[in-house]
């Protein structure tokens, strides 16, 4: 009998979180199909404010963590001149970043996320900023290639600050045009792992290529 209640109990309990599991998964796509209609700050708000409240009431689960944080990030570099602004936006998407790394240590979309960010630190201020969080940018980047080598969003981060950089020291950033083209090129080999997952970007690296013509 003892053995029959324990099956029920585990039954039960693998019901409740598949019922979860289909609620998030919802949750989660109705989210991302409004990424398509965001065009403002205020639009990007909106989204990153719903994803928090999916990080609220999923707290082990660290995607909605991921793309609140992006939606602030995106904020940042869309608000034109306003520092404070920039970087109140880069401290929610800080504290998101924080949470998630702690959930999901070994995500490689994780790091290339923080690498980000730090990115969107720096242009807050190159000047004064650019030793500390191209370092930090670079370090973030770094471990995310080395988790999956593979991946076309660490790419892409890494090609734009290896753009920027060569721009700011005066070199010539079209040295990595070939490197653009590469990565648009194999962008749709790599495989996300569920429909969730970060696959933003290869519209950027498109823009790149243009760019370098």
């Known amino acids: ?10 039954i039960l309990t693998t019901i409740a979180g598949m019922a979860q599991n289909k609620e998030f998964a919802e949750a989660m796509g109705e989210s991302l199909a409004h990424y398509a209609n965001c065009k403002s700050v205020e639009d990007f708000q909106t989204l990153g404010n719903r994803f ?4 609220n009431t999923e707290k082990t689960e660290w995607l909605p963590l991921y793309y609140q944080a992006h939606c602030y990030i995106i904020m940042s570099f869309m608000e ?6 920039k970087d109140s936006y880069l401290d929610i998407a800080e504290q998101s970043i924080t949470k998630m790394i702690e959930l999901a240590p070994k995500e ?8 980000m960010l730090y990115s969107a630190r720096l242009v807050v201020d190159p ?3 650019g030793q500390k969080f191209g370092a930090l940018s670079a370090q973030a980047v770094g471990i995310a290639l080395g988790m999956e080598p593979q991946n076309p969003r ?3 981060i890494k090609l734009r600050n290896d753009m920027g950089s060569a721009q700011f020291f005066g070199n010539d950033p079209n040295e990595y045009c070939p490197q653009a ?3 648009f090129k194999n ?10 997952y970060p696959n933003w970007g290869k519209g950027q690296v498109e823009e790149i290529v243009k760019g370098c013509k």
């Open 187 to 196: 962008w749709d080999n790599y495989k996300i792992k569920s429909p969730l």
């Open 1 to 10: 009998m003892k053995k029959i209640i324990v099956s029920i109990g585990i």
């Open 52 to 55: 928090g409240l999916i990080a």
């Open 127 to 129: 000047m004064s900023r």
């Open 80 to 85: 034109p001149t306003d520092a404070v602004k």
């Open 108 to 115: 490689s979309e994780v790091f290339a996320l923080q690498s």
């Open 181 to 183: 083209a590469e990565l």
């Open 154 to 156: 660490a790419k892409l």
